[in-house]
């Protein structure tokens, strides 16, 4: 099993930064891709950002492309997101995620972003 623990979330004015982060712990040999995924209220749960093991392979939702950064340390077993520019559209709960080369994959609680107008 893997736990991840999120925190950083809050609310923010739109324009605002915020900073979510994302800690692994248990089983995190193996862990490959680590990402964030948003879930605003009636919508799908969508991809905002990912990152391969190595860190070498980003991939970024288009809505977000420019104002968010994804980022890793290793030794910390924590994947981050820097949100920049924020907008009220950006509201949601935002999940970490990850994924193992046994194909495993773990959620963490969710944190909410609230990005007033």
């Known amino acids: 099993q893997v736990q991840l623990v999120e925190s950083g979330g809050g609310l923010v004015q739109a324009g605002g930064s915020l900073r979510l982060s994302c800690a692994a712990s248990?089983?995190?040999?193996?862990?490959?891709?680590m990402d964030w995924y948003r879930q605003a209220p009636g919508n799908q749960r969508e991809l905002v950002a990912a990152?391969?093991?190595?860190?070498?392979?980003?991939n970024y939702a288009d809505s977000v492309k420019g104002r968010f950064t994804i980022s890793r340390d290793n030794a910390k077993n924590t994947v981050y997101l820097q949100m920049n520019s924020l907008k009220p559209e950006d509201t949601a709960v935002y999940y970490c995620?990850?994924?193992?080369?046994?194909?495993?994959?773990?959620w963490g609680q969710g944190t909410q972003v609230t990005v007033s107008s």
């Open positions: 995620h990850v994924l193992n080369i046994w194909y495993e994959n773990y």
């Open positions: 248990g089983k995190i040999l193996g862990i490959t891709t």
């Open positions: 990152m391969s093991s190595s860190g070498g392979k980003t």
